[in-house]
């Protein structure tokens, strides 16, 4: 059973940059695609990045585009969300998510948190203005 470790949250300044790290111990293999939600209060979950653990295509949502970049070290077993230019609206807990089946992060299905069954605990993220 994989299991997820988020860490990396911090209280920034706006323009500022941040690294988030999530762990997964366990076997991957057969994960085909993860990444990171995030959650700020009273609103929906969102999908802000996803790569294709085999090397397909990685998701971001206009909200963050050129601005975040997701990357992965499979020897490490470790995911990167490396956040630029940070902005109040970024304030959230980021949650690390993977979908346990070998599927490339599919276009139309991506952004559905119900298909990632496997979450980390989450990393709190403040960015003041």
């Known amino acids: 059973q994989v299991q997820l470790v988020d860490s990396g949250g911090a209280s920034v300044q706006a323009g500022d940059s941040l690294e988030l790290t999530c762990t997964a111990s366990?076997?991957?293999?057969?994960?085909?695609?993860m990444g990171w939600f995030r959650q700020a209060p009273q609103k929906a979950r969102e999908a802000v990045a996803m790569?294709?653990?085999?090397?397909?295509?990685?998701r971001y949502p206009e909200a963050v585009k050129g601005r975040f970049t997701i990357s992965q070290d499979k020897v490490k077993n470790t995911l990167y969300l490396q956040m630029d230019n940070l902005k109040p609206e970024d304030t959230a807990v980021y949650y690390c998510?993977?979908?346990?089946?070998?599927?490339?992060?599919?276009?139309?299905?991506?952004?559905?948190?119900?298909?990632?069954?496997?979450w980390g605990q989450g990393t709190q993220v403040t960015v003041s203005s």
């Open positions: 790569i294709s653990t085999g090397g397909g295509p990685v």
């Open positions: 366990g076997s991957t293999r057969g994960i085909g695609c």
């Open positions: 998510a993977a979908d346990p089946t070998p599927y490339e992060c599919g276009e139309a299905s991506w952004s559905y948190d119900g298909l990632y069954t496997i």
